[in-house]
């Protein structure tokens, strides 16, 4: 599967930020779907997760309360909604998919083997 990201940009602290991830491909719906983000100077980090049934979703302590992610297997499209943003959440945001992650895995880069390009979102303070 190819993923797309977009709707990154610039944003005051509190505000918020839709990010979408457009895939290819007839499996999508079969597909876990995963967003991680990378700040400069750090490694690649999990920030959500999301089941083939969105009923089952998982998130990063530190976006807890404030993203969602939500996917909709009609337009192949998975979305990260960002609420209450902060600067420590300037990064890059890497859309991931992968159809055989485990539960235990779901947080894990490496069990994910299709990426997006990403794109920036920046938080201004």
């Known amino acids: 599967v190819q993923l797309q990201a977009s709707g990154g940009g610039l944003v005051q602290t509190g505000g918020s930020l839709r990010l979408s991830c457009a895939a290819s491909?007839?499996?999508?719906?079969?597909?876990?779907m995963g967003w991680f983000r990378q700040a400069p100077g750090k490694e690649r980090e999990f920030v959500a997760a999301?089941?083939?049934?969105?009923?089952?979703?998982y998130y990063a302590d530190s976006v807890k309360g404030r993203f969602t992610i939500s996917r909709d297997n009609a337009k192949s499209t998975v979305y990260l909604q960002m609420n209450s943003l902060r600067p420590e959440d300037t990064a890059i945001y890497y859309c991931?998919?992968?159809?055989?992650?485990?539960?235990?895995?779901?947080?894990?880069?490496?069990?994910?083997?299709?990426w997006g390009r990403g794109t920036q979102v920046t938080v201004s303070s």
């Open positions: 491909g007839r499996t999508f719906m079969s597909y876990v």
């Open positions: 991931a998919a992968d159809p055989s992650v485990i539960q235990s895995n779901l947080a894990s880069r490496t069990a994910y083997r299709s």
């Open positions: 999301i089941k083939w049934n969105s009923r089952h979703t």
